[in-house]
Every structure is written in C-alpha cells, then in structure tokens.
C-alpha cells in the first residue's frame, strides 16, 4: 500500500476506535476541529495552511501529513507549500528539520498519487 | 510479539544498558521514579492517572505505553481511562490526538492479552 | 489586592473579553472544560489533579494557579499537593523548577486567604 | 506608555542590544525573519496569520503581540483574527488560553491607539 | 535592588519554601542538579553552557538567568555567550528570540554589577 | 544496513530532496547550522556537546542521532557522552528517557562500526 493511503487507513481505523467509547468531550473534539476549518471569515485554504504550520511547529509527523493531505485537496502549488513550511522552520528552528525532511517526502507521494 | 510484549521487553533491554553504563546522576533519576511513584498521601493508582495524563500531554508513546500498563495492573476501568485520557487531549489540544490514537490501541491490547 | 484575588479578578475580565467575541470555536473549547472536570468515573477532586499536573510539566503559570485554586476549594492537603508537584517536576523535569517555585508560593497565599 | 508602545520599544531597545553583537548566526537569523515575510507565493498578509497562529500554539507572548502588530496593519478584521485564535487554541489546547487572554487585550490595545 | 540580585534573592527564597516541605523526590532532585554541574570527565563550565543552551531552546528565562549567572562565575567571554546562545537560538527557532533579548540584557546586568 | 549507515544515508536523501527544492528561506537555515558548529570562541567538540544537549532535551531522535554522530567525530569518551545525556534528563525530566535510551543504542553502534 502506498505511504499516503496507509497513513489515511491508519488513521481513519483509529479514530473509529476513539469515537466508539462514546466518551462526550472526546466527541466534542473531534466535532469542533470540523468546525475549526470550515469556511469563515477565512477560506478554507488560509485555514489548512495554519493548520500546517502550527502542525510543524510543534512537531507532529501526523498532524502535518493530515494537513498537507488537505492543503493537496485545497490545491496548494509547490511554492505555496514550501513557503508555508520555511515560516515553520524558522520559528521553530532546525529541530524542525527532520519533521520538514518527512513533510516534503509526503507531499512527494500526494502528488505522485494523485 | 505481541504489541505489549515487544514494548516491555525493548524496555527493558535499553533500561539495563544505561543502568549498566554506572553514571550516578542517570540512576538516581531512575530512582527517584519508583519513589515517586510508590504509596503516599496519595494513592498508587491516582498517581499512575497522573503519570499518564503527564505524558499524554507531553506527547510521549513510550512514556504513555508505559503508565497504561501501570494503570492497567492498578485495575482502571475503561471508563477511567477515557476520562484521563480526555483530559489530556483538552488541556493538550488537538496535536495530542495521533498519540491518543495509538494509546487506545494500545489499552485495547493490554485488555486482550491480560 | 492579594495575589489570589488579583489573578481571579485578572482572569475572569479577560475570560468575558474572549466569551464576548461571540467566537463558536473559542465558547465550545470553554465549555468544554467544565465538562470534562465534572464529576465522573473519576472523581472532581482527582481531576483537579490531574489537571495541575498537566499544567505544571506544560509550564503554564496560570493554569498552575488556576487548578492549585480548584484543588484547595477540593480540600487537598500539603503532602497531596507536594507529591502532585513532585511527580511533575520529575516527568518534566528541573526545567520546571521556577514554576514549581511559584507554585509553592500561590498554595501558601491560598491557605493563608481563606 | 501605552501597552503597544511599551511593547514595541522594549523591543526595539534588545534587539539593537542583539545586533550590536555583531554575531553573524544571530544577525543572520534576523534577516531570514524579514525575508520569510516578506510577498511571495503567498502574501504578506497570509503569511502574518502563519506567523500568529505558530506564536500562539507556541505559547510565546511576545512573539503573538509581534504578529498581532503586523496583522493590525495589514487590515485583519475581528472575525480573521478570532479565527486564526480559535484554531491556535483547538490545536494548542486549553493550555494555551492564558496566551489567547493577552492576545485578545493586547488586539483591542492595537485597534484603540490606531 | 539590581536585576541580578532580585533574582537571586527572589530564587533563593522560594527554594527555601520548597525544601522546608520535606517532600523526599523533591528534595533529591534539588540534590541531583547540584551533582550534574560538578566537575568530572567534562569541566564545569563547559556544563554550564550546557546547562545555558537547553535552557534556553526549552525558553525558561529563569533558568536562562541562572545559568547566565553560572557562567558569568566560570568566566565565559563575551564571544563564547554569544556563540552559546546562537546555537541555541537555530535549533530552537526565532520563537527564543524573546528569550535572547532578555539573556543579552541579564548578561549585561551581571558584568556590570561585578 | 547498520543503523548508522540507515540513518546518514536516508538523512542525505531527503536533505536534497529539500535542497533542490531552492526555497531561498530553507536553504539559507541550512547553511547557517554549518556555520553555527564551526569553529569559534567554543571549539567545534564542545560545540557539538551544546547540539547534542539541546537535542535530547527537545527530544528529537533524529537530531539526538545526528550530534552523536559528530561527537563520535569529536573523540568524545562514554563518560563525557553519558555527563552530556545525564545534564539533558535532569533538565528535561524522565520524559526524555525513552530518547535517551535510544540514544544510547545509537552510541553503541557508532563505537561497533568506527
């Protein structure tokens, strides 16, 4: 299986084990980050790029392969994405680096796959 | 191996190189962990909801692994474990979700293999 | 004005900054916290807690004092709040020192207060 | 002095501080800083909502005032800005609130001086 | 009073606070930091740049402060600081800039209070 | 492949992969990091000290792998590593000894395959 469809099988099997312990704010959550990126006074692209840069920052493989899926389906160009991610590396310096290494490899495969 | 076997087992393993490597500052720390978190005012199983819930926040697999199975000896309901784990991804945001994910899974086969 | 009824009154003026924003995402978050601290599986005042101590190993000032004021409305003696702080500073390690430092100091305005 | 001017001299007075030092890594990380916001494929105004979001869930005061500054002055409104705090505190949690307080003062003291 | 010796005294009070509790583990850890920084296959200052740069990429301005304070004593120069600092500044991002403006102005209070 | 070879070979595949990318930000954040550790007012071993510390109390594998690599470089003793992981779990806590234990792994490899 490619690296982008085990990631979303992955991903999509594990939240179903999260959101079948019915616990409510669990539930909530998952429902708010929904609502979070929706359309609003910022278009959903904007709203996807934060999602990746704040996603780099703190350093989570996961969350920024999820972002960049959705940057990838809001049609981001190369340079928009690598612009996104040297604002990242730069406010979070070269610790950061082995996490772009992962990014840009990932966005590699989206745009293979697609 | 199953998930749990494999996780104790390589714990272990790299515990008794670093134990063995006689750096006094390194055994102390180690120490003081079972200290810390042995009886007290405080109860055992409260303390282990409290190792859990640090290192869920702090976004750390093994350290999560490892407090789930001392949650799982001290005979926490699922339900406990949910709550805890709530917790955790409010006060740690929505990046604390991929090591919620593998921490569910991870009870479920501390469940399974018990 | 005290330093407990400084924070408070600190607190609750910014809290009804943010609430009037009319923000969806911002009012659900909030409520979300009283949720997820009610009682449980897990009991109000184990909650508190664990939320002190997830605030701690974070390094958050504020939320510190915030739970600190939660856990001494919950009846929680010295040495519970000694070993909550403890297990904190050791996962998060000497880093959290000066929050522990301030810690120590809130706790004693709050019992000296009431 | 008002909070924004207080900020913004404070400020200027370390960072003349930092540069006088004449250390090329330190003086070349602040040019990287200028040229990372400057236009691009994205623009600058785009990029001043990455640099916020990253502050916040960073948890870094300072930094937040910064890009709330240079957000003001590239004509955000009310609604852009909530929204670009509200997914800086879904992602960062409710740990980050006491940042998303001061932010929130600190964009009324921008709007009121101006 | 001067910047150095609020902080100083500030610190020394609290830590007096914190061993009066007699709580064991943190006592010990108190202990542990005072072993780490001893002379032994590495001198003491070098560990006390050690001490100065993970201090500094984890942004606690205390702990900056004291080990500015430490080095100041080993007789760092002004170059070697910088050079400290620098490094700390890259791996951690511009997000430590905050912290690197009140680093250089601590440093500057204690060579002119010597 | 050895563990070592695994890690430098795919670290230099996926660092021209953001290379030839010729984003100017990027690239620019990777010369300065050669810059950084060259020698200075701290020569380059200790420089390399500084990196790894800051590494391990960061808790990046990658990074942690990389400054080891270079200490091996440096001629650093087994007792001089262990004072460097020693300082970076006390200040970083015991959530950093899942990363120290792979760091210990790791230093083992340098030395079997050297």
Chains 1, 2, 3, 4, 5, 6 share one sequence.
Not at 34 to 42: D, L, V
Request: aromatic share 6%; glycine share 8%; proline share 2%.
């Amino acid at each position: 299986m490619s690296q982008v469809k085990e990631f979303e099988s992955e991903r999509e099997r594990l939240n179903e084990l999260i959101l079948g312990k019915n616990n409510k704010v669990l539930k909530r959550i998952f429902n708010l980050d929904t609502n979070a990126f929706a359309e609003g006074a910022i278009p959903v692209k904007t709203k996807e790029m934060l999602g990746l840069v704040a996603s780099l920052v703190l350093r989570c493989d996961d969350c920024v392969k999820y972002h960049l899926g959705q940057c990838h389906k809001q049609g981001l160009s190369d340079d928009e994405v690598n612009e996104v991610l040297a604002i990242g590396n730069l406010i979070g310096g070269t610790i950061v680096i082995p996490h772009l290494r992962r990014a840009m490899e990932y966005w590699e495969a989206l745009k293979t796959e697609s």
